[in-house]
């Protein structure tokens, strides 16, 4: 379901409860418009920033997803691709005050498919994308060098490149970043 960010809000402002921010009101509103949800991105044992997220959307996203992601304890804030003046888009916290530097914690993900429709929620996405790094049990540290139907390419460096199950992987390995 293509919906736009003010039914979202609507939708959010008016779903039975007065705290709008909180977990079981907007997720499940989310879940149900297609919105996929995301464990907070953490690295050197600290979440990204908001500015940091943004970024690395930018390196993750390429196809206009629309992200809500929670910053802070208690607040949602919409991240959208922006195009600039060189036609290059960006990820942009869209927000009533400066969140660029509270630190993101999960994060839901619409990603609109050919018929301008998001995936359902009850489609799995990738959690593991081209450049993250994985701790294996025996291999050691390798990064992901492609991903492609729930399988990761893996080089080990020295114990050279392996294709394992994303699944298999997310259980019995550490992903580093």
């Given at each position: 379901?293509?919906?736009?960010?003010?039914?979202?809000?609507e939708?959010?402002?008016?779903?039975?409860?007065?705290?709008?921010?909180?977990?079981?009101?907007?997720?499940?509103?989310?879940?149900?418009?297609g919105?996929?949800?995301?464990?907070?991105?953490?690295?050197?044992?600290?979440?990204?920033?908001?500015?940091?997220?943004?970024?690395?959307?930018?390196?993750?996203?390429?196809?206009?997803?629309?992200?809500?992601?929670?910053?802070?304890?208690?607040?949602?804030?919409?991240i959208?691709?922006?195009?600039?003046?060189?036609?290059?888009?960006?990820?942009?916290?869209?927000?009533?005050?400066?969140?660029?530097?509270?630190?993101?914690?999960?994060?839901?993900?619409y990603?609109?498919?050919e018929?301008?429709?998001?995936?359902?929620?009850?489609?799995?996405?990738?959690?593991?994308?081209?450049?993250?790094?994985?701790?294996h049990?025996?291999?050691?540290?390798?990064?992901?060098?492609?991903?492609?139907?729930?399988?990761?390419?893996?080089?080990?460096?020295?114990?050279?490149?392996?294709r394992?199950?994303?699944?298999?992987?997310?259980?019995?390995?550490?992903?580093?970043n």
């Amino acid at each position: 379901m293509n919906i736009s960010w003010e039914d979202a809000i609507e939708m959010l402002s008016s779903s039975n409860s007065t705290k709008i921010n909180y977990d079981e009101v907007y997720a499940e509103i989310l879940k149900k418009n297609g919105f996929v949800h995301h464990k907070p991105i953490v690295r050197e044992g600290h979440r990204l920033t908001g500015q940091e997220f943004c970024n690395e959307m930018q390196r993750k996203c390429y196809h206009g997803e629309r992200i809500f992601a929670h910053i802070g304890r208690s607040h949602v804030v919409a991240i959208v691709p922006v195009n600039q003046d060189n036609g290059a888009a960006v990820y942009k916290i869209i927000d009533c005050w400066n969140s660029s530097g509270g630190r993101v914690g999960e994060y839901w993900v619409y990603i609109p498919d050919e018929t301008g429709k998001g995936k359902t929620s009850n489609e799995k996405e990738s959690t593991l994308y081209i450049g993250n790094r994985i701790i294996h049990p025996s291999f050691g540290e390798g990064t992901i060098s492609a991903t492609s139907d729930g399988i990761v390419t893996i080089d080990f460096k020295s114990n050279g490149l392996r294709r394992l199950s994303e699944a298999w992987v997310m259980e019995n390995c550490i992903v580093a970043n």
